[in-house]
């Protein structure tokens, strides 16, 4: 009898593929498609990036890098966030340089659980928030958020989650796949729970320079926080540097100290030509930045109005470039919404099962697409409710 070759690992085994991915399989092949898919801008990045990154490999640098990153990107990221937050980290302990904001995630969930932690998530999130702290050994705890809560977790609702075997909370903000975010004093809430609890706080803020509505709040800022705060940020959406993947994480020594030591095991280092891309990005990228936003706000109050004027409730996001409608009122579920639309109109957008069974009646649209694709989008989109099935 033959012997079966042994396989991949249960845990693995048990974790769905993505919801993003596995839909838009069926958008490969077709022709004429408009996708609102895909959380990526429409921007190329800026040149004087590009031109960073390539008179470094003119000039030859292709080497490897510490496991922390270059020093000078280092330096210039604890230059930035004393500005820009007030929040002084040590760049040679407590900055590590990561393939995008991702594989951070993924590095401080392995390096702070013990096999059962619990890390408190609001839902819908993230779609890699669950199955990583799935594969680091943890347990998420979902914190179920809606359209009537503006899709944002309470202080009141975590407490109720605690157990003795919580140990973070994770929250990014503005969201993925919501564009909800959160005000200072809402913070504030969060931040007394994690102080009392002594939890620490994984605070995802890829986003920040995306924040339309008041001002961006870096959680580390809040009295307290810094020191129980792993803060993830990165290049990829102010910047429109999706495919450099530099991310990088800041806080206690002690962590990210743990973190690298996964990372260098792992990933080694970061491509030295991202770094360079990364660090120019923070000399003059800024500027070029803040067009890129004003342009997201204007497709952002377009699309919003838009789909509540066709009779898709949607709520203001407060941030990113994502719209989150419902489409309770068609009598359709977003998988079925998404199929239809996506076959008679052309028109691809992610069903919002894919962030959580929860948001199994909403649909996530992208608005980093051309100003002309959103506003043709939406007119398929009004014709497809104005035929019956």
Same mark, same amino acid.
Request: proline share 6%; net charge positive.
């Given at each position: 009898?033959?012997?079966?070759?042994?396989?991949?690992?249960?845990?693995?085994?048990?974790?769905?593929?993505? *919801?993003?991915?596995?839909?838009?399989?069926?958008?490969?092949?077709?022709?004429?498609?408009?996708?609102?898919?895909?959380?990526?801008?429409?921007?190329?990045?800026?040149?004087?990036?590009?031109?960073?990154?390539?008179?470094?490999? $003119?000039?030859? %640098?292709?080497?490897?890098?510490?496991?922390?990153?270059?020093?000078?990107?280092?330096?210039?990221?604890?230059?930035?966030?004393? *500005?820009?937050?007030?929040?002084?980290?040590?760049?040679?302990?407590?900055?590590?340089?990561?393939?995008?904001?991702?594989?951070?995630?993924?590095?401080?969930?392995?390096?702070?659980?013990?096999?059962?932690?619990?890390? !408190?998530?609001?839902?819908?999130?993230?779609?890699?928030?669950?199955?990583?702290?799935?594969?680091?050994?943890?347990?998420?705890?979902?914190?179920?958020?809606?359209?009537?809560?503006?899709?944002?977790?309470?202080?009141?609702?975590?407490?109720?989650?605690?157990?003795?075997?919580?140990?973070? !909370?994770?929250?990014?903000?503005?969201?993925?796949?919501?564009?909800?975010?959160?005000?200072?004093?809402?913070?504030?809430?969060?931040?007394?729970?994690?102080?009392?609890?002594?939890?620490?706080?994984?605070?995802?803020?890829?986003?920040?320079?995306?924040? %339309?509505?008041?001002?961006?709040?870096?959680?580390?800022?809040?009295?307290?926080?810094?020191?129980?705060?792993?803060?993830?940020?990165?290049?990829?959406?102010?910047?429109?540097?999706?495919?450099?993947? !530099?991310?990088?994480?800041?806080?206690?020594?002690?962590?990210?100290?743990?973190?690298?030591?996964?990372?260098?095991?792992?990933?080694?280092?970061?491509?030295?030509? *991202?770094?360079?891309?990364?660090?120019?990005?923070?000399?003059?990228?800024?500027?070029?930045?803040?067009?890129?936003?004003?342009? %997201?706000?204007?497709?952002?109050?377009?699309?919003?109005?838009?789909?509540?004027?066709?009779?898709?409730?949607?709520?203001?996001?407060?941030?990113?470039?994502?719209?989150?409608?419902?489409?309770?009122?068609? *009598?359709?579920?977003?998988?079925?919404?998404?199929?239809?639309?996506?076959?008679? $109109?052309?028109?691809?957008?992610?069903?919002?099962?894919?962030?959580?069974?929860?948001?199994?009646?909403?649909?996530?649209?992208?608005?980093?697409?051309?100003?002309?694709?959103?506003?043709?989008?939406?007119?398929?989109?009004?014709?497809?409710?104005?035929?019956?099935?």
């Amino acid at each position: 009898m033959k012997k079966m070759v042994p396989g991949p690992s249960k845990v693995v085994t048990g974790i769905p593929p993505s *919801g993003i991915r596995a839909f838009f399989d069926l958008v490969l092949g077709m022709k004429d498609v408009i996708s609102l898919g895909v959380g990526e801008p429409d921007f190329v990045t800026p040149w004087s990036i590009r031109e960073s990154a390539i008179y470094s490999l $003119e000039q030859g %640098y292709t080497s490897y890098t510490s496991n922390w990153g270059m020093k000078e990107l280092r330096k210039a990221i604890s230059r930035f966030l004393i *500005g820009r937050h007030g929040v002084d980290y040590d760049y040679e302990n407590a900055v590590l340089i990561t393939v995008g904001a991702s594989e951070a995630t993924d590095l401080v969930l392995r390096a702070i659980l013990n096999p059962g932690d619990e890390v !408190i998530i609001p839902d819908p999130c993230f779609v890699s928030y669950g199955p990583l702290t799935v594969l680091a050994g943890g347990k998420p705890v979902f914190i179920p958020t809606s359209l009537e809560t503006g899709f944002k977790m309470s202080p009141a609702q975590i407490r109720k989650a605690l157990t003795p075997r919580t140990k973070a !909370i994770l929250i990014n903000y503005p969201s993925n796949p919501t564009g909800a975010s959160y005000s200072r004093k809402e913070l504030l809430g969060i931040a007394a729970v994690a102080r009392e609890k002594n939890l620490l706080v994984i605070s995802d803020e890829i986003y920040d320079e995306l924040t %339309y509505e008041g001002e961006h709040t870096a959680f580390p800022s809040l009295p307290g926080m810094k020191e129980r705060t792993i803060y993830l940020n990165g290049f990829s959406k102010a910047y429109a540097m999706t495919g450099w993947r !530099i991310g990088y994480a800041c806080g206690p020594s002690e962590i990210i100290g743990a973190m690298m030591k996964i990372h260098q095991y792992s990933m080694m280092c970061v491509s030295i030509t *991202g770094q360079f891309a990364a660090l120019e990005a923070l000399r003059s990228g800024l500027k070029e930045a803040q067009e890129m936003k004003k342009e %997201y706000f204007r497709r952002r109050n377009f699309i919003v109005e838009e789909l509540n004027r066709i009779g898709l409730t949607c709520h203001t996001p407060e941030g990113a470039f994502y719209v989150f409608p419902s489409v309770k009122k068609t *009598g359709m579920n977003g998988v079925e919404f998404a199929t239809r639309l996506l076959k008679r $109109e052309k028109v691809a957008v992610v069903p919002g099962i894919a962030f959580s069974p929860r948001a199994a009646d909403h649909l996530r649209f992208s608005y980093a697409t051309a100003f002309d694709d959103i506003r043709e989008a939406l007119r398929r989109i009004e014709r497809f409710l104005s035929v019956k099935s």
